[in-house]
């Protein structure tokens, strides 16, 4: 069985949304996404652990505490397991059943879902042993090395929905234009809407004067 590994932060995450949420709603609605994305795990078949820096219980997931950087405690992970190993980030709640199919079914040795600016949003490794992972910066060319350096095939997945990664308040919109789930409910409860303004796509949350 494939385990799919989700990193979380449960305190204080996604401050770049500071301006738009205060740290409640973001720690909320990064519950929401986190939801989004395991349920898409476990409806692929997928044994889902949630890796986090505390405990914190989300239903369909177990949770591993490690107390340590996201580098190091997913290196921990991998050298502690022969199954195979989908690592997904919790913040690509566009994610869909068919997209992680896709990714279990490659023939090669590993397959890399880039994200936007040079980052990595998903990584499955067949032979987890022979993998590490080198988080942040230009991660997907890291990752990319770090695979040809081990002598690992791999298959580049280039998906819009796996790749869209939600940070800052613009990336908001594509969760209003493309989502279906618990973030974009949670979202529209708050009052975010989409507008549009000379040709330019924005959200806009009714209790703010300004759109964002």
């Known amino acids: 069985m494939v385990i799919a590994v989700i990193p ?17 709603e973001r720690e909320k609605f990064a519950l929401m996404m986190l939801r989004d994305v395991v349920e898409k795990t476990t409806l692929a078949g997928c044994s889902t652990i949630l890796l ?28 502690e397991t ?10 690509i709640p566009l994610v869909t059943l068919e997209n992680i199919e896709s990714i279990l ?13 040079g980052g990595t949003n998903t990584i499955f490794i067949k032979e987890p042993s022979r993998f590490r992972v080198d988080f942040y ?6 990752h990319m090395n ?6 690992l095939s791999v298959e580049v997945i280039d998906t819009f929905r796996m790749s869209t990664d939600i940070d800052e308040k613009g990336d908001l919109v594509e969760i209003l234009l493309h989502g ?3 973030s974009r409910r949670y979202l529209e409860s708050l009052g ?8 330019r796509v924005g959200v806009h949350r009714d209790s703010h004067e300004e759109a964002l």
């Open 8 to 24: 979380f932060r449960p305190e204080n995450p996604k401050t770049r949304l500071s301006c738009v949420l205060d740290q409640a």
């Open 180 to 182: 279906n789930g618990e």
């Open 105 to 117: 079914s490659v023939e090669s040795d590993c397959a890399i879902v880039p994200g936007r600016g």
């Open 52 to 79: 986090s820096t505390e405990k914190y219980h989300v239903d369909g997931a177990s949770t591993v505490v490690k107390e340590l950087g996201l580098n190091e405690a997913l290196n921990e992970f991998l050298s």
């Open 192 to 199: 975010f809407t989409i507008f549009v303004n000379k040709g």
């Open 82 to 91: 022969d199954e195979p190993i989908l690592i997904i980030m919790s913040d």
């Open 137 to 142: 910066g230009a991660s997907f060319l890291d």
């Open 146 to 151: 770090i695979a040809k350096e081990a002598g």
